[in-house]
């Protein structure tokens, strides 16, 4: 398959289901997904690990490589350290990620994850919960996956998503970079800084300019 690649079955899900139920509210602190982002707003998420905000620079969201991990992914030790040990496993950098859960009858609808960020990581899905494996569509290719597998598959291409189950289906949904783009991902980030420091020694010799201009003509006329 070409947008679709099994990486891992078998995976120890209980422990981490577990991880989730111990924590309450989990569910509840969390909208900006149903909110912001129309084609995901079937869904609720808890994320683990978002984009670092002082990294933006009047970038888009889209287009910021750095990642962190968020405040409240330290409830998730579980979560967390399975991320860190695939990221390991297959030579990447952690990027960003969240739980994400579809209710029954409910919808992920077409769409396609643009920007530099989605150029460069790869989206892989664990499976914790889903009662009749959870489907999903990509380019023209559709597959069902199993609880306790693993999967990549190709967000660059349309995708969408449907919960034809009876219970709610529950994803780990992380981003990876592989080391291989490192450099060619900080060389982006240090690029569009250097972009942003010259525009701005441009403006501010602009601004030096013009005081200098109006100074001269206050001489002139006094």
């Not at 399975?82 to 969240?98: D, F, M, N, T, Y």
């Not at 982006?188 to 403006?203: D, K």
Request: hydrophobic share 40%; net charge positive; aromatic share 6%.
């Amino acid at each position: 398959m070409k947008h679709f690649k099994l990486i891992r079955s078998g995976v120890a899900v209980r422990p981490l289901l577990d991880e989730l139920a111990a924590v309450a509210d989990a569910w509840e602190q969390q909208t900006g997904r149903q909110e912001k982002v129309r084609v995901q707003r079937e869904a609720l998420a808890i994320p683990l690990r978002g984009l670092r905000k002082s990294r933006c620079h009047g970038r888009a969201r889209r287009d910021v490589q750095e990642s962190r991990w968020t405040s409240g992914s330290s409830r998730f030790p579980g979560l967390c350290a399975l991320i860190g040990s695939v990221a390991v496993e297959l030579e990447c950098e952690p990027g960003r990620a969240k739980v994400v859960c579809l209710p029954a009858g409910r919808r992920v609808y077409p769409h396609i994850d643009r920007g530099e960020y989605y150029r460069l990581h790869e989206r892989h899905h664990l499976v914790l919960r889903s009662s009749l494996g959870s489907w999903l569509r990509a380019g023209e290719e559709e597959v069902r996956m199993r609880e306790g597998e693993l999967w990549w598959f190709d967000n660059r291409a349309v995708h969408e998503a449907f919960n034809d189950g009876d219970e709610d289906r529950i994803h780990l949904i992380f981003d990876l970079l592989p080391r291989a783009r490192l450099a060619l991902a900080q060389n982006q980030l240090r690029g569009a800084r250097r972009r942003e420091e010259a525009a701005t020694v441009t403006l501010g010799a602009a601004w030096d300019a013009a005081q200098r201009g109006a100074e001269a003509a206050r001489s002139r006329a006094g």
